[in-house]
Nanobody
Framework: QVQLVESGGGLVQAGGSLRLSCAAS????????MGWYRQAPGKQRDLVATITSGGSANYADSVKGRFTISRDNAKNTMYLQMNSLKPEDTDVYYC??????????????WGQGTQVTVSS
């Protein structure tokens, strides 16, 4: 089992920057992929970016060139550097981790979410 705790959200003006952190604890050695998702009230949770244990990153088109996902395996922490923020980036941001159990089945864990608000 894995526990995920996000931090770093807040209020920022358009064009500003924020860095989100996600600290993982528990069976962190079993984590295969981590990612950031975001969700507005009443809407589906959308992918922002993912990163594999080897460091390969993938981004949603809406954030390419503005957001950077990274991972410090020694600290069991994942980051999302968000630059050039826009009002439409306002959402609750969730940390996600995918593990494989002993049978090879995927297990998914979520953090509690952190609010990001971008004012115009």
């Amino acid at each position: 089992q894995v526990q995920l705790v996000e931090s770093g959200g807040g209020l920022v003006q358009a064009g500003g920057s924020l860095r989100l952190s996600c600290a993982a604890s528990g069976s962190t050695g079993s984590i295969r992929m981590m990612g950031w998702y975001r969700q507005a009230p009443g809407k589906q949770r959308d992918l922002v970016a993912t990163i594999t244990s080897g460091g390969s990153a993938n981004y949603a088109d809406s954030v390419k060139g503005r957001f950077t996902i990274s991972r410090d395996n020694a600290k069991n922490t994942m980051y999302l550097q968000m630059n050039s923020l826009k009002p439409e980036d306002t959402d609750v941001y969730y940390c996600n981790a995918v593990l494989r159990n002993s049978l090879g089945d995927p297990l998914e864990y979520w953090g509690q979410g952190t609010q990001v608000t971008v004012s115009s």
